[in-house]
T-cell receptor
């Protein structure tokens, strides 16, 4: 599985946008970029995914670099409930297995 | 709709014992995956089952086994428990069709402590 690199931790102020980076320089053409998050004492939760184009949903936006070697998860207006570990995952098409790294621990400052 | 449910929530076992963990997927989901999450790390894939057949296996010893029942619920069994098996065991289910390729729904996990 292709690997991803994320910062160990980030802090952001409440009600401000948050940009969570992910590097995946060895991504293949059939790898989808997924983001999951894990709130304290809960299982991971699907956030968003994309292949080449930027994606938006009710939770977040995903900005994918033109060469696909990096991506950024954007939380438009962070709330305290967004404090979690965010995982950037590459998943090859047709493979349901998720390979998690250590993720980015996001702290929201009130 | 109910989410993925797992039982028990917590349990404590002694080294060498056997444990069975249970998972009920979301209604309509036919695929179930198991993950192990050691403290401070991301979840690690153990097994995936679809329609009662094993579809994938992670890098875990043969002490770990699983099965899926006709109602799509699943059990994870671990024999000869080691201290290193202490972890949060997560079950995830996937919806049918192409959505299974990008959405997995995780349960709250079973916290296993081996002493």
């Amino acid at each position: 599985d292709a690997k991803t690199t994320q910062p160990n931790s980030m802090e952001s102020n409440e009600e401000e946008p948050v940009h969570l980076p992910c590097n995946h320089s060895t991504i293949s053409g059939t790898d989808y970029i997924h983001w999951y998050r894990q709130l304290p004492s809960q299982g991971p939760e699907y956030v968003i995914h994309g292949l080449t184009s930027n994606v938006n949903n009710r939770m977040a936006s995903l900005a994918i670099a033109e060469d696909r070697k990096s991506s950024t998860l954007i939380l438009h207006r962070a709330t305290l409930r967004d404090a979690a570990v965010y995982y950037c995952i590459l998943r090859n098409f047709g493979n349901e297995k998720l390979t998690f790294g250590t993720g980015t621990r996001l702290t929201i400052i009130p | 709709d109910a989410g993925v449910t797992q039982s028990p929530t917590h349990l404590i076992k002694t080294r060498g014992q056997h444990v069975t963990l249970r998972c009920s997927p979301i209604s309509g989901h036919k695929s179930v995956s198991w993950y192990q999450q050691v403290l401070g790390q991301g979840p690690q894939f153990i097994f995936q089952y679809y329609e009662k057949e094993e579809r994938g296996r992670g890098n875990f010893p043969d002490r770990f086994s699983a099965r899926q029942f006709p109602n799509y619920s699943s059990e994870l069994n671990v024999n000869a428990l080691l201290l290193g098996d202490s972890a949060l065991y997560l079950c995830a289910s996937s919806p049918p069709g192409t959505r299974s390729l990008y959405e997995q729904y995780f349960g709250p996990g079973t916290r296993l402590t081996v002493t």
